[in-house]
């Protein structure tokens, strides 16, 4: 059993930061990659950023330059740090994490949800 805590997030005036953060705990052989997604109102759930196990990202051109998604292996936590923050960056915030099995079989686990609303 694998579970996924999100923390972090809240409401922000436009231009501000915000960290959000996700703690993977349970059963786990290896993290293959982290990441997150985010789902705005009346929208579909979309990739805002992934992080490999080797440190690889990518990032969805919407938050390049203004996101940085971080990883501590040692905590098997994944962060997001946002700063100058806009309105349409509100949205519900998904944290991600694919599991590889000793069987080398992967799983997608999924956080809860946090909830970002900029303000402006």
């Known amino acids: 059993q694998v579970q996924l805590v999100e923390s972090g997030g809240g409401l922000v005036q436009a231009g501000g930061s915000l960290r959000l953060s996700c703690a993977t705990a349970?059963?786990?052989?290896?993290?293959?990659?982290m990441g997150w997604y985010r789902q705005p109102p009346g929208k579909q759930r979309e990739l805002v950023a992934t992080?490999?196990?080797?440190?690889?990202?990518n990032y969805a051109d919407s938050v390049k330059g203004r996101f940085t998604i971080s990883r501590d292996n040692t905590k098997n936590t994944v962060y997001l740090q946002m700063n100058s923050l806009k309105l349409e960056d509100t949205a519900v915030y998904y944290c991600?994490?694919?599991?590889?099995?000793?069987?080398?079989?992967?799983?997608?686990?999924w956080g809860q949800g946090t909830q970002l609303t900029v303000s402006s």
């Open positions: 991600n994490v694919r599991i590889a099995t000793v069987t080398r079989v992967e799983y997608d686990y």
């Open positions: 349970g059963s786990i052989f290896r993290i293959v990659a």
């Open positions: 992080i490999s196990s080797e440190g690889s990202t």
